[in-house]
């Protein structure tokens, strides 16, 4: 089992950063894949970013070039690196970990992009 605690969300002005901070329980060498994903209201719960052991990177295609995902094994943590962050960013971002068919999910912090 793997507990995920994210942080580093907030309010932020439009062309702004921030920098989400997503800490494991355990060790996230063995991890298939750790990923960002994020939940605007009235929406689905969509994949924004994900990184896989082999150190392969996936965006969605609304954040490329603007995010960046990476991970520290030796803290247990995955970031998200947002740039140039707009209104549209504003949502519920949620920190995920695949261990071979199971999945685990942070409680989520909130990113609202605003003037």
């Known amino acids: 089992q793997v507990h995920l605690v994210e942080s580093g969300g907030g309010l932020v002005q439009p062309g702004g950063s921030l920098r989400l901070s997503c800490a494991a329980s355990r060790s996230i060498n063995s991890v298939t894949g750790m990923g960002w994903y994020r939940q605007a209201p009235g929406k689905q719960r969509e994949l924004v970013a994900s990184?896989?052991?082999?150190?392969?990177?996936m965006y969605a295609d609304s954040v490329k070039s603007r995010f960046t995902i990476s991970r520290d094994n030796a803290k247990n943590t995955v970031y998200l690196q947002m740039n140039s962050l707009k209104p549209e960013d504003t949502a519920v971002y949620y920190c995920?970990?695949?261990?071979?068919?199971?999945?685990?999910w942070g409680q989520g912090t909130q990113v609202t992009v605003s003037s």
């Open positions: 995920n970990a695949k261990v071979v068919v199971l999945s685990y």
């Open positions: 990184n896989l052991r082999d150190g392969s990177t």
